[in-house]
């Protein structure tokens, strides 16, 4: 069978793979499953290779679904278990079977990168201003900080989310960001405690293109820690004289 996607085999027999060829976005966990039939299918592996060729036929083992049934499942799951962070090509050997090879399109969501923080104290304490490389936040209450990052392509909207643990899912204080040419993004907001003298803990930056669908956000962007250190009320202790 010339055009036959599938090579020819004597004891193993591979068909209907899914999901075949496809485009998924960046940190896709990606689950293959393929119907498998004759001796050695038990032995079924997936053999990925991936676009920087970091990995070539790196070895993935698939497993029955059911018991007894034929179609075998596995997973393409990225480096470290975190998802799928660049395109790749797979196939499924079983036996003396080989399907052909299929293509995984990694796309890369929009993602932004925090370069440096501006911090500037209240007038009073005298403390001078100054800028700090990177994103992570340490500084006085009443402080007003100037995040600067930048986004991995061009995007038309950028919000700071505050938040009180490191779950990127959960709800908190947002700060909308300037977006300058597209890349180039800067967010303002004064360092605060909550009226119960609770206060943020971590934050990260959402993206968003311009046709890009608010469910459609980077999922997994990169989360920053945020300090505020209370200004206490000052105190007057009397040395000299005692009585």
Do not use: C
């Not at 090579?7 to 689950?31: L, N, W, Y």
């Not at 700090?132 to 392509?153: K, P």
């Amino acid at each position: 069978f010339p055009t036959s996607p599938l090579a020819v085999a004597t004891r193993t027999m591979i068909t209907e793979v899914d999901p075949g060829d496809k485009d998924v976005p960046a940190r896709t966990r990606q689950i293959i499953t393929a119907e498998i039939r004759g001796e050695d299918a038990d032995q079924a592996q997936i053999l990925f290779t991936t676009a920087d060729h970091k990995y070539v036929d790196e070895p993935v083992r698939m497993r029955r679904e059911t018991a007894g049934l034929s179609k075998f499942v596995g997973e393409l799951n990225g480096e470290n278990g975190k998802g799928l962070l660049q395109s790749l090509t797979y196939r499924i050997v079983a036996g003396d079977a080989r399907s052909r090879d299929y293509r995984i399109q990694v796309i890369q969501s929009p993602s932004a990168r925090v370069e440096e923080v501006e911090y500037v104290f209240p007038k009073y304490t005298e403390l001078p201003e100054k800028t700090m490389s990177g994103g992570d936040i340490d500084g006085w209450e009443g402080t007003n900080v100037t995040v600067r990052a930048v986004a991995n392509m061009p995007v038309s909207r950028a919000t700071i989310v505050l938040t009180d643990t490191d779950d990127r899912n959960s709800k908190g204080e947002e700060y909308s960001m300037q977006v300058t040419h597209g890349t180039q993004l800067t967010g303002t907001w004064k360092l605060e405690f909550r009226s119960d003298g609770s206060a943020a803990r971590f934050y990260h930056i959402e993206v968003r293109t311009e046709n890009q669908k608010k469910d459609e956000m980077q999922s997994d962007p990169t989360q920053y820690s945020l300090r505020i250190r209370p200004d206490q009320r000052p105190e007057v202790a009397l040395l000299d004289p005692t009585t």
